[in-house]
């Protein structure tokens, strides 16, 4: 059984960090690419950064620089630290599982509100 629950949202002015918490099921954990999906209103869903089993990271153009993710394996929790947030970034964050890094998403988190002014 996959389980993804994020937390972590939350309004933040320009400039200002947040971090992003994703505790996933062990098999999940264990056996999946971890990521951060968002969605901003009007707007498609855009793939932010992932890393996989194995600890390997892959990010977006737009957050390059500025968000980190990382995994806590004690924990079975991916974290998706933001830094220099800026209005363009406040979107709804899914953290999702796929069976690779450069494939579809197998499993979608219930998403938490990033909102930056």
């Known amino acids: 059984h996959v389980q993804l629950v994020e937390s972590g949202g939350g309004s933040v002015l320009e400039g200002n960090s947040l971090t992003l918490s994703c505790k996933a099921s062990?098999?999940?954990?264990?056996?999946?690419?971890l990521g951060w999906f968002r969605q901003a209103p009007g707007k498609e869903r855009e793939g932010v950064a992932s890393?996989?089993?194995?600890?390997?990271?892959y990010y977006a153009d737009s957050v390059k620089g500025r968000f980190t993710i990382s995994r806590d394996n004690s924990k079975s929790t991916v974290y998706l630290q933001m830094n220099g947030l800026q209005p363009e970034d406040t979107a709804m964050y899914y953290c999702?599982?796929?069976?690779?890094?450069?494939?579809?998403?197998?499993?979608w988190g219930q998403g938490t509100q990033v909102t930056v002014s």
């Open positions: 999702v599982a796929a069976q690779d890094c450069y494939g579809s998403v197998t499993y």
């Open positions: 062990r098999y999940a954990y264990n056996s999946y690419c």
């Open positions: 890393v996989s089993t194995g600890g390997r990271t």
